[in-house]
């Protein structure tokens, strides 16, 4: 076994041995074969996570060990079902002397704040039709705060602190690539649907730390209630139900391409089409490119279930 690592758990390898704090993401309770009581938890840092199993875990096991606390811990790197999964050795909870943070544990998006709402604020000075770009603007304006916090999702892609507005910029930057590729897109109507496809996740997750989903998230899903969210902003602003309203809600509805990935209508307008593929490889590049990170050359990365359960491989040759 390797001595222990002082590199972030994003980073480890089969055999490293893990010496130091984690925040718990998650706690599930299951019981084995033999009816022994045990937790799998998801133990997390800046740099990744990893998933954990506290065997014979008592009742007070279960009370103090629950999403949001800081553990200190001791374990060995082993591997399950093709991912890295740490075996505890020893564990407590945090205390006041460790001088530990749970922002200290949450991964953030690689670009400031700053520079994200600049960005933003950026592609809504380009935008010259006058009814998209007060739309826009009003929901930024709304969900400023939220939407330069949350993360995109609660696991695969953007997964991480401000990983909303750091996915909708990257979107942008491709919508802006393309439209010099294919200028007879309009590009108003693509940076509109880019921005406000996904602000209805700041009411389908319940935050940054141990991102869940909300009730009305579960029961009605971010797409619908952006859908509502654009008609009564409309009627706010005293916007008469235009062809840009409604091709605008089209955008959203239709994001996810198809009714099994979660979209009651396929893109029907060429800007939805380009929206949706533009979505699609935001996300997918993300997923790759953080986990090819975490391997050397010569390696594959762990499967990833969103991409169809493959396990990438890094050439040698990339420095």
Same mark, same amino acid.
């Given at each position: 076994?390797?001595?222990?690592?002082?590199?972030?758990?994003?980073?480890?390898?089969?055999?490293?041995?893990?010496?130091?704090?984690?925040?718990?993401?998650?706690?599930?309770?299951?019981?084995?074969?033999?009816?022994?009581?045990?937790?799998?938890?998801?133990?997390?840092?800046?740099?990744?996570?990893?998933?954990?199993k506290l065997w014979d875990a008592s009742k007070e096991?279960?009370?103090?060990?629950?999403?949001?606390?800081?553990?200190?811990?001791?374990?060995?790197?082993?591997?399950?079902?093709?991912?890295?999964?740490?075996?505890?050795?020893?564990?407590?909870?945090? /205390?006041?002397?460790?001088?530990?943070?749970?922002?200290?544990?949450?991964?953030?998006?690689?670009?400031?704040?700053?520079?994200? %709402?600049?960005?933003?604020?950026?592609?809504?000075?380009?935008? /010259?039709?006058?009814t998209l770009q007060r739309i826009v603007r009003a929901?930024?304006?709304? !969900?400023?705060?939220?939407?330069?916090? !949350?993360?995109?999702?609660?696991?695969?892609?953007?997964?991480?602190?401000?990983?909303?507005?750091?996915?909708?910029?990257?979107? +942008?930057?491709?919508?802006?690539?393309?439209? /010099? +590729?294919?200028? /007879?897109?309009?590009?108003?109507?693509?940076?509109?649907?880019?921005?406000?496809?996904?602000?209805?996740? %700041?009411?389908?997750?319940?935050?940054?730390?141990?991102?869940? !989903?909300?009730?009305?998230?579960?029961?009605?899903?971010? %797409?619908?209630?952006?859908?509502?969210? %654009?008609?009564?902003?409309a009627e706010e602003l005293q916007v008469e139900e235009?062809?840009?309203?409604?091709?605008?809600?089209?955008?959203?509805?239709?994001?996810?391409?198809?009714?099994?990935?979660? *979209?009651?209508?396929?893109?029907?307008?060429?800007?939805?089409?380009?929206?949706? +593929?533009? @979505?699609?490889?935001?996300?997918?590049?993300?997923?790759?490119?953080? *986990?090819?990170?975490?391997?050397?050359?010569?390696?594959?990365?762990?499967?990833?279930?969103?991409? @169809?359960?493959?396990?990438?491989?890094?050439?040698?040759?990339? @420095?």
């Amino acid at each position: 076994m390797k001595n222990d690592v002082k590199k972030g758990i994003g980073h480890v390898s089969v055999g490293d041995a893990y010496d130091g704090f984690l925040l718990i993401r998650e706690a599930t309770k299951g019981l084995t074969s033999n009816g022994k009581p045990f937790l799998t938890l998801m133990l997390r840092d800046a740099s990744g996570e990893i998933e954990a199993k506290l065997w014979d875990a008592s009742k007070e096991d279960e009370s103090l060990f629950v999403p949001e606390q800081i553990v200190k811990l001791a374990g060995e790197v082993g591997q399950f079902r093709g991912k890295p999964q740490l075996k505890i050795l020893s564990v407590r909870p945090s /205390q006041p002397t460790d001088d530990v943070h749970v922002s200290d544990f949450v991964e953030k998006a690689p670009i400031e704040k700053d520079r994200l %709402i600049e960005k933003l604020t950026e592609a809504i000075f380009e935008m /010259q039709n006058a009814t998209l770009q007060r739309i826009v603007r009003a929901f930024i304006k709304k !969900y400023q705060e939220a939407l330069l916090t !949350y993360p995109a999702a609660t696991r695969n892609h953007h997964e991480y602190a401000s990983g909303l507005a750091h996915h909708i910029v990257s979107m +942008l930057a491709i919508a802006k690539e393309l439209h /010099q +590729l294919y200028p /007879q897109l309009n590009k108003d109507l693509l940076y509109a649907g880019i921005i406000l496809h996904d602000i209805g996740k %700041i009411k389908e997750l319940s935050g940054v730390v141990t991102t869940t !989903y909300t009730l009305e998230g579960k029961l009605l899903g971010h %797409i619908p209630m952006m859908i509502e969210e %654009i008609g009564l902003m409309a009627e706010e602003l005293q916007v008469e139900e235009e062809e840009e309203v409604l091709i605008l809600k089209h955008l959203v509805l239709s994001h996810h391409g198809k009714a099994e990935w979660g *979209s009651p209508k396929p893109p029907l307008v060429r800007e939805a089409e380009i929206l949706h +593929l533009i @979505d699609l490889l935001d996300a997918k590049l993300n997923m790759l490119n953080r *986990s090819l990170e975490k391997v050397k050359p010569g390696e594959f990365t762990e499967r990833l279930f969103a991409m @169809d359960n493959r396990a990438f491989y890094k050439p040698l040759f990339e @420095d």
